[in-house]
């Protein structure tokens, strides 16, 4: 199985600031004959399950603010939240879908400074 | 809209058996893979199966393999999971959720504890 590790585990950001989560997987999630990479992000809200927010690496989900961004290739990812609004506090997890079973990191704890 | 709503989920003890059904509305069911996803109470996500949009093909996490069956019936809409010889590992909450490769709509969940 591939195995997904998130860095950091927790991170306070001050309001309006960038925010920037890792995501790193063990082997490559690149699918050769779309060149897309299979590695997901969600955000989940207490007492809400997981939303989509990107995918294929860097495409936004329907609906989701464009101050959230996706980026990265080969095993190293990273999600970024240029302008951290009070709305974003969440826990943020990466999903590889590249390989049966589908993986996901531990999560990243997003709080406001 | 999309909605998905798990139902089933509730209090067993170990070696128990449970079924979980998901019903699917605001899309059109039958031409979507289906999965079903738990979280466990250290917050972390585990896919535990899913299923072609016929049926024809199941996959499954190596933890629940001879236990957990995935099924689903396209004229009713809905997702089932059968948990049998359940532990009290897999005491989790159980989400269903639309499958594009990433989960693009998830259901609130439906908590399973399994304790004596």
């Known amino acids: 199985d591939i195995v997904v590790t998130q860095s950091p585990d927790s991170l306070a950001v001050s309001l309006g600031e960038r925010a920037t989560i890792n995501c790193k997987s063990s082997q490559g999630v690149l699918y050769s004959p779309n060149n897309k990479h299979f590695l997901a992000w969600y955000q989940q809200k207490p007492g809400q399950p997981p939303k989509l927010l990107i995918y294929?690496?860097?495409m936004r989900a329907s609906g989701v603010p464009d101050r959230f961004s996706g980026s990265g290739s080969g095993t190293d990812f990273t999600l970024t939240i240029s302008s951290l609004q009070a709305e974003d506090v969440a826990v943020y997890f990466c999903?590889?879908?590249?390989?049966?079973?589908?993986?996901f990191g531990q999560g990243t704890r997003l709080e406001i400074k | 809209e999309v909605q998905l709503v798990e139902s089933g989920g509730g209090l067993v003890q170990p070696g128990g058996s449970l079924r979980l059904s998901c019903t699917a509305s605001?899309?059109?069911?039958?031409?979507?893979?289906m999965s079903w996803v738990r979280q466990g109470p250290g917050q972390r996500l585990e896919w535990v199966a899913n299923i072609q949009q016929d049926g024809g093909e199941k996959n499954y996490v190596d933890s629940v393999k001879g236990r957990f069956t995935i099924s689903r019936d396209n004229a009713k809409n809905s997702l089932y999971l059968q948990m049998n010889s359940l532990r009290v590992e897999d005491t989790a909450i159980y989400y269903c959720?639309?499958?594009?490769?990433?989960?693009?709509?998830w259901g609130q969940g439906t908590l399973v504890t399994v304790s004596s």
């Open positions: 959720a639309r499958d594009n490769g990433e989960l693009d709509y």
């Open positions: 294929w690496a860097s």
């Open positions: 605001g899309f059109t069911f039958r031409t979507y893979w």
């Open positions: 999903q590889q879908y590249y390989t049966t079973p589908p993986t």
